[in-house]
Nanobody, 117 residues
Framework: QVLLVESGGGLVQAGGSLRLSCAASGSILSLNTMTWYRQAPGKERELVATITSFGHTNYAISVKGRFTVSRDNAKNTWYLQMNNLVPEDTAVYYC???????????WGQGTQVTVSS
């Protein structure tokens, strides 16, 4: 089974930066789609950014120009670089990878990001 372990969350002041990591155990098929989601208390889960194995990316309007999603195939790890953070970015961030022939979705455990003003 594929396990996703997230890290990199924390407390940061507005205008600061954080980099989230999503590390996968085992091997992930080359054809896959990785998506970062976030969920703030009392709010719906929101799609933040997506990257495919072809390198195509997509971002929510609210983070476009500030966040960058990337991957390191050698380390089996995906990243979300978050710059110019604002308090509205405060949420638990989750990574999800869709891969396999069926396909199958794999979820990380979530990591808390808190942005203070």
């Amino acid at each position: 089974q594929v396990l996703l372990v997230e890290s990199g969350g924390g407390l940061v002041q507005a205008g600061g930066s954080l980099r989230l990591s999503c590390a996968a155990s085992g091997s992930i098929l080359s054809l896959n789609t990785m998506t970062w989601y976030r969920q703030a208390p009392g709010k719906e889960r929101e799609l933040v950014a997506t990257i495919t194995s072809f390198g195509h990316t997509n971002y929510a309007i609210s983070v476009k120009g500030r966040f960058t999603v990337s991957r390191d195939n050698a380390k089996n790890t995906w990243y979300l670089q978050m710059n110019n953070l604002v308090p509205e970015d405060t949420a638990v961030y989750y990574c999800k990878i869709r891969a396999g022939l069926l396909p199958t979705d794999y979820w990380g455990q979530g990591t808390q990001v808190t942005v203070s003003s």
